[in-house]
Structure formats: C-alpha cells, structure tokens
C-alpha cells in the first residue's frame, strides 16, 4: 500500500504557482520522496525526487519539512499542459525497486 | 536517445486468446518494470527484471501472466488465454544500472478483452 496521502483534487489558474501537498508521517530515514504525474492516460513522467532538503529542477520545486513527514511540490506557472494526476511516492533509495503508486492529486489547470 | 518503446500501442483480443504485450527500454537501461493500469484505478507493480532474470515478481497474477526479459531483444509480457478483466493499460519502465534510479516510461500498451 502507497505511504503517502495526497487530496483527491485541486484546480489552479493559469499562469499562478501550483501547490500540491503530500503527507508521509511514517516515512523511514532511508527513505526518498518521489513525484511523477500522469498526464491524460499518457505514461507516468518523473518530475523530481528530494531526501531532506528542497530540491528545484526544470520542471518544479520540492519543499520536505524538517521532520520530513510531509512536502509540497510546486509548479511555479502552471499551464493547461501541466493538468494531470500527481503522484508522491515514497521510497527507499538503495537501488532499484517497484514504485507503489496511490490515488493522486487530479490538479486541473483553469484558464 | 529514444525513449522506452512500447508495442503495440493499441491490442484487441478474444477471451480465451493469448497477448503479448512489447517493450524496449532506454538504450543503456537493465532494468525494466511492468505495470498494470484498471480502468478509473492507480498502478500497480507486475514484476521487475533484469537481463535475464526476473528479480520480483511479486505483483503478477499466479496464473496466466508471464514475463521475460532476454540477452537480446525486448521484454515480454504474456498473458494467456485472457479475460475481459486483463482489460487495462500495461505500462513499461526502465532504468539504468548505475546513479540514477528513476524509472522512466512507456507510453503503454492498452489491452481490449472482447
């Protein structure tokens, strides 16, 4: 079963900073944050991944709290191209092993 | 660099009939990952493989589902004799070796039991 818990749904305006939260309170110390989103029934995409401190890439920022047990992923401009279903997934980084994907965030971009 | 390549896109089939379902990883990628996809649902994890090896296969039906990855050429996933509930988008991923983790995907392989 996923670790994380996300809300069900969100709408953001085009053009203002997406936040999407995910809450991981039993996360363990060997553990990595993930998000990917799923855009439309298309593959999963990797967006960006964080341990302890913030990360930003390209794509968008990862927030983690001091005591780790929850994030936020923000999509600094949203845009109709980033509605989709966000998952956050915890994980351990010792090397390969299965993504457990939950229900994810629906974020619908609303011009 | 291409990305992971899935065949076919799109695959009707019969109850009863066997699919066979394709993936290419990334060039330089071992590792590859099936998942599977229920209408209206998450992804779940099938199996994981190796070159050669099957390394988990802990989320796979007991019966009907195989998979394989060989020396040459894709991975394989097989389902025999469907049913109308293997309907369901099957996605792929790989990843490689060595540093990076992340599992990049297909774009999937949507299955149709009639």
């Known amino acids: 079963d996923a670790k994380t818990t996300q809300p069900t749904s969100m709408d953001c305006a085009e053009g203002r900073a997406a936040n999407l939260p995910c809450n991981h309170s039993?996360?363990?110390?060997?553990?990595?944050v993930y998000w990917y989103r799923q855009i439309h029934s298309q593959g999963p995409q990797y967006i960006i991944h964080g341990l302890k401190n913030n990360e930003t890439n390209e794509m968008a920022s990862l927030i983690i709290t001091e005591d780790r047990k929850s994030s936020t992923l923000i999509l600094p401009h949203a845009t109709l191209r980033d509605t989709a279903v966000y998952y956050c997934i915890v994980r351990a980084y010792s090397g390969n092993t299965p993504l457990v994907f939950g229900k994810g965030t629906r974020l619908s971009v609303i011009a | 660099n291409a990305g992971v390549m899935q065949n076919p896109r799109h695959l009707v089939r019969r109850r009863g009939q066997e699919a066979r379902l394709r993936c290419s990883p990334m060039?330089?990628?071992?590792?590859v990952y099936w998942y599977r996809q229920l209408p209206e649902e998450g992804l779940k994890f099938m199996v994981y493989?190796?070159?050669?090896?099957?390394?988990?296969e802990s989320g796979m039906p007991k019966e009907r589902f195989s998979a394989e990855f060989p020396k040459e050429g894709p991975s394989i996933l097989r389902i025999q004799q469907v049913v109308r509930g293997d309907s369901a988008a099957y996605f792929c991923?790989?990843?490689?070796?060595?540093?990076?983790?992340?599992?990049?995907f297909g774009p999937g392989t949507r299955l149709t039991v009639t």
């Open positions: 060039k330089g990628h071992s590792h």
């Open positions: 991923a790989s990843s490689p070796d060595l540093g990076v983790y992340e599992q990049y």
């Open positions: 493989l190796q070159k050669e090896n099957i390394i988990d």
């Open positions: 039993t996360i363990s110390g060997n553990e990595y």
